[in-house]
C-alpha cells in the first residue's frame, strides 16, 4: 500500500507531466494555426520534383539523404561523394526541378580544403559567405558549383512560392513556406 504523500507526488508529477505537454503544443501557436487553416487548400509544394548533376547525369534523390540529418518534408539534407578523378577545374552544374514556378534561392556556401597542388591556382575563390538573396525562378533552376577543387563543400537552398519566403524566413516556417536543401559534396584529394 502507497502512502498517502507518495500518492500526492505521483498525481502531481501527472498534472506537471499534462501542463508541460499543453505548454509544448502551445510553442508555435501561429505555426500550428497555419499548418491546420483553411488556405491549405491553395498551399503550393516547395518540394523539388528532380535534383541532377548534368555533367555526370548524376541523379540525387533519397539514396544520398543524410543518415544522421533530417531528410524529409520540409529540409531535406544529401550527402554527395565526389569522384576523387574528378578534374579540380570542373564546375557542377546542379539542375532543380518544380512542378510549379517558384523561387529557389542560395542561402549559403561553405568550402572546405582545397584540393590544388599550389596556390596559385586557388585564387578567385572564398571559402564561405553568406549569399545575398541570389535566385532564380521558374521550373528549372540551374547553379553552377564549384565542387570539383574542393575535398568538401556545403550549399544551402531555400526552394519558396513569390512572395512567401526568402534566406531570412524563420526555420521553423520549413514545410509549410519553403523547403530547405542542403547539399554537402565531398571528395578523397587525388
Known amino acids: 500500500m502507497k502512502s ?3 500518492r500526492q507526488s505521483q498525481e502531481e508529477k501527472k498534472i506537471q507531466q499534462r501542463r508541460g505537454a ?3 503544443s502551445n510553442l508555435f ?3 500550428d494555426e497555419l499548418i491546420r487553416s483553411d488556405w491549405q487548400s491553395d498551399w503550393i509544394d516547395t518540394t ?3 535534383i541532377q548533376i548534368m555533367e555526370i ?4 534523390d533519397h539514396r544520398y539523404c543524410s543518415r544522421s540529418l533530417l531528410c524529409g518534408p520540409g529540409n ?8 576523387k578523378y574528378t578534374p579540380t577545374n570542373v564546375k557542377f552544374s546542379l539542375e532543380i526541378n518544380t512542378t510549379e514556378p517558384l523561387i529557389v534561392f542560395q542561402c549559403k556556401f561553405t568550402l572546405g580544403n582545397i584540393c590544388f597542388n599550389s596556390k596559385r591556382e586557388t585564387k578567385g ?3 564561405q559567405g553568406e549569399v545575398f538573396q541570389e535566385m532564380t525562378q521558374g521550373y528549372q533552376h540551374i547553379w553552377s558549383l564549384p565542387v570539383a577543387p574542393f575535398s568538401d563543400s556545403a550549399y544551402h537552398f531555400r526552394v519558396a512560392a513569390p512572395d512567401l519566403a526568402d534566406c531570412s524566413t524563420d526555420p521553423f516556417f520549413a514545410g509549410i513556406f519553403f523547403t530547405d ?3 554537402y559534396f565531398y571528395r578523397l584529394c587525388a
Open 4 to 6: 498517502p504523500v507518495l
Open 22 to 24: 499543453e505548454e509544448k
Open 29 to 31: 501557436p501561429v505555426r
Open 48 to 50: 523539388i520534383t528532380s
Open 57 to 60: 547525369q548524376q541523379i540525387i
Open 76 to 83: 531535406y539534407n544529401y550527402n554527395i561523394p565526389v569522384n
Open 125 to 127: 575563390f572564398q571559402n
Open 181 to 183: 536543401y542542403f547539399f
